[in-house]
């Protein structure tokens, strides 16, 4: 009310009214009852934006993350927070991973990566596999005869897997590229448009060759499904630049994505 | 059905250049969702007595300024509806980007004056003046009558009533909004159109010559016009103009090119200097909306040439794409073109093919992964029509053409250049010079290096292993500004820390014969090694043709019909084929640049391209400098000291280096 000019606040009920049917009509929203709180919802999706943003750096505890954005988020009652959370954990715009390092249960802009885990704890026995090695081989046991060895006992002492990554299908692939360009730029989804290098480099793990990446972003756009922006200037790109957009076989050169909205 | 070749080609000519331009043929469904962001957006400037930005991108020829000028045609619709000085009135300002760095407010004071002076019977200014005289309540009645009465007066005192608004505007503001006595003096002359070209040209920022202030200011004071460093005074200007916007009066800012701020690709001096202009002119005003236009390609350029928080700046309100056209668009286009010809729109009733005359599975050939740029798919459809008109296939040679295209357009815009050049602005003459010279030496001579770094009153400053070299732009018309000026200049002519200081004039502007102690200082300064140089006008109209052509192809503006000419063609042709004015522009002010001579106009051509690209495919060659693969090869094997050519058939020339030249 503060913040009014004098005639709005001498006209208190009609606006509680106003603000009433706008959020009925969806256009404003609300919390609380004897306190209630207005926001517009285009601030949640900053809160959302700033929300992914933080996380996007390095996976952090609730506590942490409430602490980044609580500027952001003044007035907002807690159960409003924990609601947009879990939203965005439902549309797999956050995650909830397991901490690296003790029992806690993280908050990430990407999902659970194996590798992370697996690195320090690989690394730490194979260390001490390597001292056994060498103690083994003053003994007269081979490398060869040792590895063999460590590695017939590791196949057995893990469940079994597959050598190969089962190979997602085209439809598979091509959602994990669309899903891929929400990710990078959350305001994929309203038009805007997702540099394809760095797309390419956040979806290595899914296409790890140049072509196979080329040909989905090709195949989304004959479709009509995403449309792609030109580089017409690639003569002043160098070849490392010039390797990391996607080339079509009539010399195009695109360097963005954008669904069209 | 008459035949086709009586009529005009729907397709042809058409597009829009600048915002200022209204749109022939708008199909209001392309783009809508970037237009209704800036109608969103300029609507919340209105609410929120704000400022916001909005950054636009899209790839050459996708029409951004298509959109710029049907968001300046809505606001003026919007204004006609509501009467004038109505809410929805707003003031346009376009800014194409064709400056260097150390020139970007005054490039921005420039056309900033001249869109506020834009106007037939009423300019922007006047209404903005009149608007906020109106509503400060410090003019009551019939705003128009009262100004009429005061014309009517035509007395030369101040205008009491203005006083009185930037009186109270300076207190709301806790007196940072830098409205000085001079920039109040001339905001009255103007309104009372009094000494207006006098007064438009100090708006500009122009060097006026003590007669002229007296006039204006009726004062003999002696002031050194370059006491306060040029920029800051014009960064004063522009911000105390631009914050007499209100909320029913916004200012709109749209800056275009931004692209053209670049030497080279790898210049990020330019774009970094915009940057800060655009978070000053975001921080330090209200009521504005800055709409930056730049091509798709070039936004991580962007993002990377500045820092984080004068990228947001850049985009407080939103970014937004413009897609190359789909193929529902496409065909609203191609309707619309074809139904502004009046035959063709009453036979087209009449066939099931909706866009007959053409065929689809022709225009579908332009098409690439479902998309074509409006650009490209007018010049596809121009020709398909020609093709109808003729009965022949249009495709000359691909070398025949580019080559032709760009010797009209090089000898079409220097013409534009030297019709442009007078009345003479000498603010834009400085940036013709600092842009112009920039750019020149970067095509011609990589020896030269621009460094940034400057001593005061060197404008340009270039090193090599031979030496520095610093310019200094002498082009003021205030005899007291200019002898300050030399008597500074001499002390970096005595302190040795050039190996040449150049003295410039245009020599458009020559000293008054009444100018002795200028003179004299002239004089003093060349005996102490300086060097007075003045370039013609056809040498100052080509560097604005040059600067200019190159600013369009780096924002992606200049096009053979629907392809885009990139820079770096347009920068081998010019190579190639610039005349013999420009080459000895650049040998005056930084000798060892020109290529070395040649008997012949076509070895020279050769050579000079070698010089910057030491190995070259022949058949580029040829289409760069509009001749037959058989004669360059023939030249280059003339020049077998200087020129190598490899290859069987041959295939490549490449630049051949003397022994000495090598070690």
Known sequence: ?261 | MQSFDILTNPFRNSIVTNPWQPPETDITTIHQSAFARCCQAIADVRQNHSTASVLIHGEAGSGKTHLLARFRSYIAREAQADGPGGLQEAVFIAVRMQTGQQMIWRHLRLQLANDLLRGESECQLERLLLHRLSAAGVVTGDIHSWLAEKRRENNNEPLTELEKLLDQLSRFSNGQLGFGYDLFTILGHLLLDRHRYAAAAWLRGDSLPESVQKQLFDSDRQDDENDLDPEERARRVVLALTNLATADMPLVFCFDQLEALQVDPRDIVGLFAFGQMATELHAGTKNVLIISCIQSMFLETLKNSMSEANYARLHSFDITTLNPLDWKEATLLIEARLKSVPVIAARRSLEPNQLWPLSENDVRKAFAHNACTARHLLNHCANLFETLRTGEVKSPPLSNQLGQFLETTWEERKQQAQAASAPRSTNNTEDIIIQGLSLLTNLLSKNWQRVDQRPRDIDLLFESAAGTIGISLCNSTHGYSLCKKLERLQAQVRGRKLSQLILLRDSRLPLGSGALKTREMREQIIKQGARWVEPTEEALSALDALRQLLSDAKSGALANGGDTVTAQTLEEWLVANLGEELHRTLEEFLPGSAAPAAKDEDTLRILRLLQNNHIISIEHTAVLLGKDVLEIEACARKQTDRIGVLGQPPAVLFHLVGEESAA
């Open chain 1, 1 to 261: 009310m503060k913040s009014l000019p004098q005639w709005g606040r001498s006209r208190e009920k009609q606006l509680r009214k106003h603000l009433d049917a706008l959020v009925k009509d969806g256009r404003v929203r609300s919390q609380g009852n004897a306190r209630k709180v207005y926001w517009l919802p285009d601030l949640e999706e900053k809160a959302a934006a700033r929300v992914i943003e933080a996380l996007g750096n390095s996976p952090l505890t609730l506590k942490k993350l409430e602490s980044t954005f609580k500027n952001v988020l003044v007035g907002w009652p807690v159960a409003k927070r924990k609601e947009l959370l879990r939203r965005l954990e439902k549309e797999k715009r956050i995650y909830k991973v397991p901490a690296v390092k003790g029992t806690g249960i993280l908050l990430s802009a990407q999902p659970a990566q194996p590798v992370e885990y697996l690195q320090k704890p690989i690394q730490k026995l194979a260390g001490e596999i390597r001292k056994l090695q060498k103690r083994l081989e003053k003994a007269g046991v081979t490398a060869d005869q040792f590895f063999a060895s460590a590695h017939a006992l590791w196949r057995q002492a893990l469940p079994a897997a597959t050598n190969e990554t089962p190979i997602p299908s085209q439809a598979d692939r091509e959602q994990l590229f669309l899903d891929g360009m929400k990710r990078l730029n959350n305001e994929a989804a309203n038009g805007a448009l997702v540099p394809l290098s760095e797309l390419r480099q956040a979806l290595f793990a899914h296409f790890p060759d140049r072509s196979s990446f080329d040909q989905v972003v090709l195949k989304l756009a004959d479709e009509g499904r995403v449309v792609l922006h030109r580089h017409v200037f690639p003569g002043s790109l160098n070849r490392e630049e010039r390797e990391s957009l996607v080339a079509d076989d009539r010399g195009n050169l695109f360097v963005g994505v954008a669904f069209r909205v």
